[in-house]
């Protein structure tokens, strides 16, 4: 029979070698008339208003492909679309926001979108027609049925768009007969092999699908980092790592999580080159109402499976990032630790996925906010593959998880995926190395390691080396961390310095008084959106027996580049404004943390303020009363015994309070100092040959831990930077686990300074 693409009295194309539009009942598609006088002319040229056209088709042909038929209803109207570099070809989301907070709701705000445009020098005639599918399984399938759904009605059409690559000097008459002679349609054995390289498919179905998510977890970044915990006043050796490339981890193909979802779902095809081929598969934004109650997403593997797949690929990935030895004894040392990993990882991927609100999901919910189609996963196949056939006939059965488990089937999950990028943001590894790495990695002298996870995806690497205690701070009740963590690329020859953020963690495990301390220390932070809510929870937690809270703050240059200090020249500040500033935030935070006298900044009902910090320190330094002129300075501790003096005759009821009140007092100058070499390290960091830069970097950031920051002061140091980096201003980010995201008997919030 006849195939026949007509334009006023012009046919374009007749009966020749079609792909898939070939057909036993005659096909009549006609342009609109005035189409027809450019027909001789390049696309270039086409006006705007003609660029999109519609399409009629007489009287209504039908294609039977492998097990699905596609018929054109007659009168209905299809497209036909010119589109010219720059001009996008489809446009999709592929992530959302995630981080699901106690209190206000997550942002519904869409994301920006994803756009395929057409390259410079290129362009594409596209021909979009509307089908009926038949041959699937009925909308009435008992539910967890796989398989693509047919039209329920003669009202149901799903659009199948074809994308052929042409380009801009080519003539439309031209360009509409190689599209509809090389018309690819989709769901059947032939459709990649059918497809040009160049070509695009992009179609519509609803189906109740197969998939799964967990073919890699992600490795975000390796913090090299010069550690000091605040509970260890000397440090050991810094790391030198040295022409290390960041390794990146993937894992087997076997599946951390399958699940059925069930909706209305959209793909784009296409290949690289002759023997491979992609496909994107979406969430469409449309719901198919006659899918009725079977519509949406159900977890299909047990926690127990997610928990042993996570577990076996942080084990894997530790052996990749940890030299030999080591690498076996952390692994060995650290399985309670990698399976609280694995199961907080678990849990909020299970808790995307069950329903919720109505029988939704989580993740259904969110996908629905960004008004956009939302790219599930991305799938790659190898038309080379023994045992493609097979494969991809699995996967348009429906059943993408077997498709991936065919041996030899040349099916793989990209990284470009949502749920991948999704999976790979909850259960990315940040791992914390501390204490004293030699050379490069095959060289590493640590001994007696021991692994600490701190949630939120942080493990931190402990060590001792010899009879030195480098990092002992786990302990059961109490725990308070301050570090810094540094980046460095020592690749090409040279040394490249990353960015510098200042840590600070606070820690209460199974001590009801300090998880109570946490949240009021929360509560006293500049106020932020779902900040009361995450302080009230970890109050209600600490009150219940073996529960962990925590709360974890991170400043990253620019905030604390924010803060203001006095210049000291031979000592002496050229303006004392700055460090009276962060001398009374100091105070204050002390005042609201600590009941007791003087570590509240206060002594028998006087304040503990700047000016008697001021005469304390010149008396401790020079002489009291202070000569004409006298300044303080910081940055020298002086005499002590002269320092106690002037304070017993300021405060004479004191006795053997008062060398705690000069203790106070000498916190007070370390965290002045702390302020100002903070914001000295703002400055960008340069480079250079070898690792000079970096071992100068490490040095300072041992030598500020050491000598700026008290001990016992350490949470006020924090509290008071909250303010002074944020300039009275919310933070920038306040995370926390939403209930079911994480282990009810523990519970982390991190609080972000940019």
């Given at each position: ?15 020749g ?8 009942v005659?096909?009549d598609?006609?342009?609109p ?8 002319q390049?696309?270039?040229a086409?006006?705007a208003?003609?660029?999109?056209v519609?399409?009629d ?9 492998g097990?699905?038929m596609f ?5 209905v109207?299809?497209?036909l ?8 070809l ?6 959302f ?18 756009t395929?445009?057409v390259p410079?020098g290129?362009?594409?005639?596209c021909?979009?027609?509307?089908f009926?599918i038949?041959?699937?399984?009925s909308?009435?399938a008992p539910?967890g049925?796989?398989?693509?759904c ?7 059409t ?15 008459h ?6 509809f002679?090389?018309y690819?349609?989709?769901l059947?054995?032939?459709t990649?092999a ?5 070509d695009?498919?992009?179609?519509e179905?609803?189906?109740c ?5 967990g073919?890699s977890?992600?490795l975000?970044?390796v ?14 050796g ?9 390794p990146?981890?993937q894992?087997?193909?076997k ?8 909706g ?7 290949k ?9 598969l979406?969430r ?5 109402a006659?899918l009725g ?12 499976h997610g928990?042993?797949?996570?577990s076996q ?5 530790m052996?990749?990032?940890?030299p030999?030895?080591?690498a076996?004894k ?5 399985s309670?630790?990698m399976n609280?990993?694995a199961g907080?990882?678990?849990k ?6 069950e ?11 969110a996908i ?8 599930l996963?991305d ?17 348009l059965?429906?059943?993408?998880v077997?498709?991936?488990t ?6 793989q ?16 590894v940040?791992?914390n190395?501390f204490?004293?790495l030699?050379a490069?990695?095959s ?18 690497l ?7 205690q480098l990092a002992?701070?786990?302990?059961s009740?109490r ?12 690749s090409?020859g ?6 510098v953020?200042?840590h600070?963690?606070?820690k209460?495990t199974n001590n ?10 929360l ?7 779902g ?7 970890i ?7 073996n529960?962990t ?5 991170i400043?990253d240059?620019?905030?604390?580049g ?8 031979n000592?002496k ?7 009276q500033?962060n ?14 006298s003087?570590a509240n ?6 304040s503990?303020g700047?000016t008697?910090w001021r ?7 020079n002489?009291?009363p202070?000569?004409?002129?006298a ?7 002086g005499?002590?015994?002269a ?11 004191a ?5 705690l009140?000069?203790?106070a ?8 100092s ?9 400055t960008p960091?340069?480079?250079g040959?070898a ?5 100068s970097?490490?040095?300072r950031?041992k ?15 924090g509290l ?5 980096c944020?300039?009275g201003?919310?933070?920038d980010?306040?995370r ?5 995201l994480?282990d ?11």
């Open positions: 029979m006849s195939f026949n693409v007509t334009a006023g009295s012009r046919n374009i194309t007749s009966t070698p079609l792909k898939d539009l070939k057909s036993n005659q096909s598609f006609r342009l008339n005035e189409v027809e006088s450019y027909l001789d390049p696309l270039s086409l006006p208003n003609l660029r999109s519609g399409v088709c007489v009287p209504g042909p039908s294609w039977s492909l097990r699905f018929t054109l209803s007659a009168g109207k299809s497209r679309a010119v589109m010219l570099p720059g001009d996008p489809l446009t999709f989301a592929d992530e926001q995630t981080d699901i907070a106690i209190g206000p709701g997550a942002d519904a705000a869409p994301p920006p979108p994803r395929i445009p410079a290129q362009a594409y005639l021909v979009e027609l509307e009926q038949g041959g699937g399984i909308v009435e539910a049925t796989v398989g693509i047919a039209s329920a009605s003669g009202q149901d799903f659009g199948n768009a074809f994308y052929r690559k042409c380009t801009p000097s080519a003539t439309l031209d360009a509409i007969r190689d599209a002679a090389n690819v349609l989709p059947h054995p032939l990649l059918n497809l040009d390289p160049g695009y498919l992009h179609h179905f609803n189906a699908l197969e998939v799964g998510l073919a977890i992600g975000s970044k913090l090299y980092a010069a550690q000091a915990p605040a509970s260890i006043p000397r440090m050991g810094p790391i030198q790592a040295l022409n290390m490339a960041l990146s981890f894992a087997c193909a599946l951390a999580f399958s699940f059925a979802y069930t209305a779902f959209e793909a784009l095809l296409w690289d080159n002759p023997s491979t081929g992609h496909m994107h979406f469409s934004r449309e719901q198919d006659t109650l079977h519509l949406g997403v159900g977890l299909g593997s047990d926690a127990v928990m042993a797949c996570m690929q942080c084990g894997a990935l052996g990749k990032v940890l030999g030895t080591l076996q952390f692994i060995g040392v650290a309670d630790e609280n990993f907080e990882g678990c909020k991927v299970a808790s995307w996925l329903p919720v609100n109505r029988g939704k999901a989580t993740l259904d919910i629905e906010s960004t008004k956009q189609s939302f790219l996963l799938y790659a196949f190898d038309l080379t593959a023994p045992a493609f056939n097979s494969a991809w006939q699995t996967a059965a429906g059943d993408f077997a498709a991936l065919t041996p030899n089937g040349g099916v999950i990209g990284a470009g995926g949502g749920l991948e990028k999704l999976y790979s943001k909850k259960t990315s940040h791992l190395l204490g004293a030699n490069v990695w060289d590493a002298t640590i001994h007696n390691t021991s692994m600490i996870y701190a949630g939120n995806n942080t493990f931190h402990m060590a001792e080396e010899g009879r030195q002992l701070i786990n302990n009740k725990q308070i961390d301050i570090y810094f963590a540094a980046q460095a690329d020592f090409g040279t040394t490249k310095l990353g960015p953020e200042l600070c963690v606070l209460a009801p008084k300090y998880g109570k301390y946490l949240a009021n220390f509560n006293l932070m500049s106020p932020a959106a900040q009361s809510a995450l302080a009230q929870s109050a209600a937690l600490a009150a219940a027996p529960t809270e925590m709360v974890h703050l400043f240059q620019t905030s604390y924010r803060l203001r200090a006095s210049s000291l020249t000592g500040p050229d303006n004392e404004a700055p460090d500033q001398y009374a935030a100091f105070a204050q935070a002390c005042s609201k943390l600590f009941a007791e003087p900044f206060s002594y028998a009902g006087q503990l700047y008697v005469n304390w320190n010149i008396a401790s330094n002489q009291w202070a000569p004409p002129g300044v303080p300075n910081r940055t020298a501790s005499n002590f015994a320092g106690q003096s002037f304070l017993d005759t300021e405060f004479p009821q006795g053997t309070v008062t060398p009140i000069g203790y007092l000498q916190a007070a100058s370390d965290f002045m702390f302020c100002a070499d903070l914001k000295s390290l703002s960091n340069s480079g040959s690792t000079a830069a970096w071992d970097l490490v040095a950031l030598s500020i831990i050491q000598s700026d920051v008290s001990q016992d002061f350490a949470a006020p140091a008071a930077l909250t303010w002074l944020s300039s201003n919310s933070p980010e306040v926390g686990p939403a209930p079911g994480e009810t008997n523990s519970i982390a919030v991190t609080v972000t300074f940019s």
